[in-house]
């Protein structure tokens, strides 16, 4: 089925029903490749949250108190229905966001894999009995649903942020209420179309689309919310957790990065070029777990910056949904500025531009794919994150040398190291204080692995047997009066 308009919804939805904002209010979303408007979306704000937030309340002991068998099979339903749509919600994907549409059936097929995986560990959610230091009791342990929980999500993979977050919250027995990302809407709206589908029962899942502000502010002041769950920036991740303090919710953070991606003299050049452009120019660069750091051995470093220049000069640029396109347009012109300055700030500290550089030639928010080398520790995408095609190239010459460039930065998400020696790829994962490292590769995101950052990166994990944790409640049971 490619027709994307079944789940192109112009409303939100809120226990079970696809609702206006109480005002009237929308807000546009436009296409980032034409800079043409899709539709629009309601504004919605504390009135349409709080709505959402009594429905999720009401329907928890319902949906809690099923078989965990009972909600898996909802979860595999969900994952047919998602795998049977794929073509339609990559369509409406790429529309909104602008990645090319294999990246975009690429992503959706991680949201099937996500809820599959976690209708599987929705029944594997075990308990413990504890050796008990008195004579007549027992000791339980057991874990439950933590409550409603709270969801914010981000633009850049509209589809699968959201499958990570909505699939162990049902596993587990919590309902949900989840804010999309104001440019990327559609990709939230369309779980609405698909839970409804699968016959999810209403208030399971609510999706409010609207204000930032007044959606954060209510979903994290509200009691009845016991979890909030957000991935986006550091600072947006910083001020959710404050304001989450007043009420003591448990917080899941997946947060900024600042990728180093490391090729020391023994590497597998060839390889390592591969790694580099799926680790860089995925997404335009603009994922979490994008590499921002290019830090190379001076033995390796002209030959892997001819090889990578000639790998980039032949990245095709244009609209997603264009056959052989291999990076589409930035989100929106702040992007396409931010990129323009970390060039202008490395290139006035001595760097040079080995391809692209400047706005595409198609205009619009299209960028070409560019490298620049000689950049120096101070120049400012060392420390800040560009979320754009912008590989910039730092030299180094041993391996403390690698350990000490790669960790100066307060984010801990993702690394990659390319080296052939293992000695020195156990040396180095050890040493990098990174919640991720992938080890001559350059994708490594999976369901079955846990994602998540250290130091300023984030709190908690995503994916895995770890991803069900975030959404249990451990409760302790003395069982007396046995003896
Ligand atoms: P962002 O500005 O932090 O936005 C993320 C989400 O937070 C959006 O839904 C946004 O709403 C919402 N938001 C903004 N201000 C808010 C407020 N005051 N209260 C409540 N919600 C608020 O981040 P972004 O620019 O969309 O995404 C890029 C960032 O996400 C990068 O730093 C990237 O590294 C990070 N990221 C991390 C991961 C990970 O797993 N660690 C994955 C993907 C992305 P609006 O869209 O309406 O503004």
């Known amino acids: 089925m490619r027709d994307h308009t079944k789940f192109l919804k112009e409303a939100s939805f809120v226990d079970g029903r696809w609702i206006p904002a109480h005002n009237g209010e929308v807000q546009e979303v436009v296409n980032p490749a034409t800079l043409k408007v899709l539709g629009t979306v309601p504004h919605c704000g504390r009135e349409e949250t709080s709505q959402a937030i009594e429905a999720a309340h009401t329907t928890l002991p319902s949906w809690s108190s099923k078989t965990a068998k009972e909600r898996a099979s909802y979860l595999h339903r969900l994952a047919n229905l998602i795998e049977e749509h794929t073509e339609a919600l990559s369509h409406l994907l790429t529309l909104e966001q602008g990645k090319p549409i294999a990246e975009a ?45 709270g969801a914010i999500t981000p633009w850049n993979f509209p589809s699968s942020m959201i499958a990570r977050k909505l699939a162990p919250a049902l ?16 990709s939230g709206l369309a779980w609405g179309v698909l839970v409804e589908l699968a016959g999810i029962p209403s208030g399971v899942v609510n999706i409010v689309t609207g204000s930032p502000p007044e959606i954060g502010a209510t979903l994290t002041s509200d009691p009845r919310v016991k979890k909030i769950t957000f991935t986006g920036s550091t600072p947006i991740g910083k001020l959710l ?67 990578l220049s000639d790998a980039v000069a032949g990245l095709k640029v244009g609209n997603g949904l264009e056959a052989g396109v291999a990076q589409g347009p930035l989100i929106d012109g702040k992007a396409v500025a931010k990129i323009e300055e970390h060039i202008a700030d490395a290139v006035s ?19 070409e794919p560019t490298i620049i080398e000689n950049v120096r520790p101070d120049a400012l995408v060392a420390s800040d994150e560009t979320f754009g095609p912008l590989a910039p190239i730092f030299r180094f010459e041993t391996e403390a040398d690698a350990v000490r460039l790669a960790n100066d930065t307060e984010y801990g998400l993702a690394s990659y190291l390319y080296t052939q020696d293992l000695g020195r790829a156990f040396r ?16 490594i995101t999976t369901e079955v692995a846990p994602f998540g950052g250290l130091k300023e990166s984030g709190i908690g994990k995503e994916g895995s047997k770890y991803g069900i944790e975030d959404y249990l409640a451990v409760k302790y049971v003395c069982l007396g009066g046995l003896a």
């Open 105 to 149: 059936r690429g992503e959706v097929g991680m949201s099937a894999a996500y809820v599959r995986w976690f209708a599987e560990e929705a029944q594997r959610v075990y308990g413990d009995v504890i050796p008990s230091p008195w004579k007549g009791r027992k000791i339980l342990v057991t874990k439950q649903a933590i409550g409603v929980v």
């Open 171 to 186: 596993a587990t027995g919590c309902t949900i209420v989840i804010k999309p990302a104001t440019q990327t809407p559609y």
């Open 241 to 307: 957790a404050e304001q989450s303090a007043k009420t003591l919710k448990k917080v899941s953070m997946e947060l900024g990065g600042n990728a180093p991606f490391i090729v020391f003299d023994d590497a597998d050049v060839h390889r390592a070029v591969e790694g580099a452009i799926a680790a860089k120019f995925r997404n335009s660069g603009q994922t979490c777990v994008c590499t921002n750091r290019f830090l190379v051995q001076s033995g390796i470093h002209d030959v892997f910056v001819q090889k």
């Open 349 to 367: 500290k001595g760097a040079r531009v080995c391809v692209g550089g400047n706005r595409h030639a198609l205009g619009g928010t299209f960028f």
């Open 428 to 443: 180095m994962s050890d040493a990098l204080e990174y919640g991720m490292v992938g080890i001559n590769e350059g994708i």
